[in-house]
């Protein structure tokens, strides 16, 4: 077994949760050609949080702890990046139109380059909706673009938190 990981995403039918303490390795592997361009092209400010812990090769501290650390993670043909208990994004190579491999890879290293870069500028929020305690549903938006809004709240939602990289915006309960 290469890892054992316990993923965790949320959704109407599932609630799953990524950690980056959940993961250990029990094997060694080379590092994907992704996760070289990802931490090749990574800006100077970063380059301090990649890890030689495969499969997690970056890790930035968190600065609150209600929205718990950023970690990225090598999945060969995806980056999945991981926002504490809140939620994760995957950036893969196969939604891309570039024709050339090596393309793909790169322009999925730069796009979770960029998503990164704004998490920590405070340009993403992130919900979470609850009902009775459960976790719901979680969703990111570019909340400094007027054309990305959060979406209207499950019928079910009693509950809603928002947080940006630096900490909570919202909490409000219906």
Not at 15 to 26: F, G, H, K, L, V
Not at 140 to 155: A, F
């Amino acid at each position: 077994m290469l890892r054992k990981t316990i993923v965790t995403t949320s959704n109407r039918m599932a609630s799953r949760q990524i950690r980056s303490e959940d993961i250990a390795m029990t094997a060694k592997k080379e590092q994907s050609k992704l996760a070289q361009l990802f931490l090749e092209n990574l800006p100077d400010g970063l380059r301090a949080f990649a890890t030689n812990r495969e499969p997690l090769i970056l890790e930035v501290p968190a600065v609150n702890w209600e929205v718990g650390n950023l970690a990225v993670f090598d999945d060969d043909v995806e980056l999945t990046i991981v926002i504490g208990k809140l939620t994760h994004r995957h950036i893969d190579t196969y939604t891309t139109s570039e024709q050339n491999e090596l393309e793909r890879q790169r322009r999925a290293a730069l796009e979770a380059i960029d998503w990164i870069k704004d998490i920590l500028a405070d340009r993403i929020k992130f919900r979470c909706e609850y009902s009775d305690g459960r976790l719901l549903s979680d969703s990111s938006w570019n909340c400094s673009s007027e054309h990305d809004e959060p979406g209207i709240l499950l019928e079910s939602t009693d509950e809603v938190r928002e947080y940006v990289w630096s900490g909570k915006t919202k909490h409000e309960r219906r």
